[in-house]
Each structure stands twice: as C-alpha cells, then as structure tokens.
C-alpha cells in the first residue's frame, strides 16, 4: 500500500493477471484485489464494442473459476471423438472451449474431465451440453456449459482442433484469455487482453469508490448523477 492509502499492484499483464487469479476465490471475491467477469466485460466493451460473453454458458457448480488461455474445438453435438483429439492437443494450463451445433446430447462427462485434468488442462467451456454433473464435481474439475443431459452421442471424431469457433455472439480463437467465474464465461482477444485489463483495474477502482460512498449513506442516484 503507498502513501495514499492505495493497493499497490504488480505491473499489468496476462501472466501476472493468471498469478493473481491462481491464488484462489477468496481472493478474487475481495474487490480491491481481483477481477470479475463482470469487470471484464465491461472492460471489454469499452475497448472493443463487444462483451465477449459466451452466452449461457455457466459453472456446474457455483464455485468453479477459471482462467487461462483457449484451446478450441468444434464438433457437432453428436460427436465427443472430437473432444477426445482437443484434450490431447491442449497444452497444460489451457482452458478447452469446445463449440457445439446444438446443447443436445452431451459432447463432455466424468471420463473427459478424468482425461483432461491429467493433462493439466485448467477446466472446459461447453458451448453445449454435458453430463454426469456429480462425479465431475467430485473430481473437482471446472466444467461451465450451456445445458446437462444425461444422454451423449458418439466419438466419431469429424470435427476440427484449434480453429476459430463461434459461441453465439462470440468468436473464441485459440489462445485468447478465457475467464469463468459464478456469472458465466468471457473471451478476450489475446492482442486486446493488457489493453482490457488496464480498463478492467479503472472499472474495479471506480466501483470501489461507489461501494464506499453507498456505505456511509449517499444516494446511488446523486453518485451516478441520475436525474430523478
């Protein structure tokens, strides 16, 4: 802390960013230390015009978080073989962001996330469905996904690895910075992400200021400037 009383922080970038967030969720529920995805996209849309929500998409179980850089796959909902072939082209300390053609059946279960978290693969974005909710909480394997189904299709492996891949209003490239959290998933573009982070640190210092100002009793109104 300096001598105003400010938190200090490292020097702004994707791989002090990914430290930080690795230190785990109390810390990131803390804000004047961590960000959101909320902040995030905020963030984003002001530097790019887009929120980079993966629409729907959101933890099977509300304290999974994850970041880090993307893998990509897309596959038609009735083929997980392609699936199999993204988990062992990712890198340790990806995050597989697999893109579907519908959320029925299920491209992801307990056997993929055993297969992925082995790898060192950080957790999976399912722009579609997955199954068997329970063992992958047990395993403690972040899984964020648009719906669960119990019933699965087949591995026939016809899709692609490691190409751009479109989850709604999202376009996710590999290597771009996936951040989930309670609220659901954000993609930022890897040539955008200190620029967006820089915006998304304003956006954390200013909601701090508002935080502190609606708890000694102003008016959410007169501090945004609202006119009744």
């Known amino acids: 802390m300096n001598n105003k009383g400010e938190v200090k922080r490292e020097k702004l ?3 002090t ?8 969720p109390k810390k990131q529920r803390n804000l004047s230390l961590g960000i959101t995805t909320s902040q995030l996209s905020d963030a984003l849309r002001k530097v790019t015009g887009q929120n980079g929500v993966l629409v729907g998409t959101k933890p099977v179980k509300n304290s999974f978080r994850i970041l880090g850089n993307a893998t990509t796959v897309k596959t ?5 073989g392609t699936v199999i072939n993204g988990i062992y082209e990712s890198n340790k300390g990806d995050v597989l962001v697999i893109s ?3 959320d029925d059946p299920a491209v992801w279960g307990e056997m993929a996330s055993t297969a992925a978290k082995k790898q060192g693969i950080l957790g999976t974005v399912i722009y579609g469905a997955c199954r068997d909710i329970a063992s992958i909480n047990e395993l403690d394997y972040p899984v964020f996904s648009r719906a669960i189904v119990p019933n699965a299709g087949n591995p026939v492996g016809e899709g ?3 190409i751009p891949v479109i989850c709604g209003r999202t376009t996710v490239k590999p290597g771009d ?3 989930g959290d309670e609220c659901g998933v ?3 573009p890897v040539d955008a992400v200190d620029t967006v982070l820089k915006e998304a640190y304003k956006i954390l210092d200013n909601e701090n200021s508002i935080a502190s100002q609606l708890n000694d009793g102003k008016s959410f109104l007169n ?3 609202i006119n009744k």
């Open 13 to 15: 970038s994707p791989a």
């Open 223 to 225: 501090i945004l400037k």
């Open 186 to 188: 954000v993609s930022i």
């Open 100 to 102: 579907c053609d519908r």
């Open 17 to 24: 960013f990914l430290k930080q967030f690795s230190q785990g």
């Open 76 to 80: 038609s909902a009735n083929d997980w």
């Open 160 to 162: 692609e690895v490691n």
């Open 177 to 179: 910075l996936i951040m």
